[in-house]
């Protein structure tokens, strides 16, 4: 069975601060990657999905990365603002069904 | 173009009565895949309908149930409410059954009491 997990589980940085969070998971046997970002209470906002061909994805001041062999996933944050203050999750795609990890919850502090 | 929509967003339910929820995926999207969120926890697979057929199920009791219409919609049913089925239940919806993007939705806050 997939298990993901996320390091670490809480964060909190100063603005302007490049931050990495990261994410491993046991199953290569993997379609894709994706990173989302949630705010308290709400839904689940879509990141950057990374195919499992891939080994990296950017969307602006974001960029991850994929290391499917060794069961590793990274997101790059970089200049953060206390705007990107949320729930960051990652979420691997066997198929069918897609296995989160818990999270790691950033803050930044302005 | 409208993103995933989940009606109703908030429920309170007494233990033991039966519960049904609904989403409406993106325009074009074929599957609609349901996850639980319990507090502090990341969401857990419960089912995958694609083309109105179940092509997936979690390891939830056979108190949670859902089904799939020809216009793509969704609806998930759990009967017999406990107060363990409090939870965030969100709503994904995928182009293809496998590998493609999700796109989720806000969620529906159960609260069973």
């Known amino acids: 069975k997939q298990e993901v997990t996320q390091i670490p589980a809480a964060l909190s940085v100063p603005e302007g601060e490049n931050l990495v969070l990261n994410c491993s998971f046991t199953d290569s046997a993997i379609y894709n990657l994706q990173w989302f970002r949630q705010d308290p209470g709400k839904g689940l906002t879509s990141l950057l999905l990374i195919q499992s061909s891939q080994r990296e994805q950017t969307s602006g001041r974001l960029n991850a990365s994929l290391d499917k062999s060794s069961g590793r996933s990274t997101l790059y944050i970089a200049a953060s603002q206390p705007g990107d203050s949320a729930t960051y999750l990652c979420a691997a795609n066997t198929g069918n069904q897609f296995y989160f990890g818990t999270g790691t919850s950033l803050t930044v502090i302005p | 173009d409208a993103g995933v929509t989940q009606s109703p967003t908030h429920l309170i339910k007494t233990r033991g009565q039966q519960v049904t929820l609904r989403c409406s995926p993106i325009s074009g999207h074929k599957s609609v895949s349901w996850y639980q969120q319990v507090l502090g926890q990341g969401p857990q697979f419960i089912f995958q309908y694609y083309e109105k057929e179940e092509r997936g199920r979690g390891n939830f009791p056979d108190r949670f149930s859902a089904r799939q219409f020809p216009n793509y919609s969704s609806e998930l049913n759990v009967n017999a409410l406990l107060l363990g089925d409090s939870a965030l239940y969100l709503c994904?919806?995928?182009?293809?059954?496998?590998?493609?993007?999700?796109?989720f939705g806000q969620g529906t806050r159960l609260t069973v009491v």
């Open positions: 994904a919806s995928s182009q293809w059954d496998r590998g493609s993007e999700a796109f």
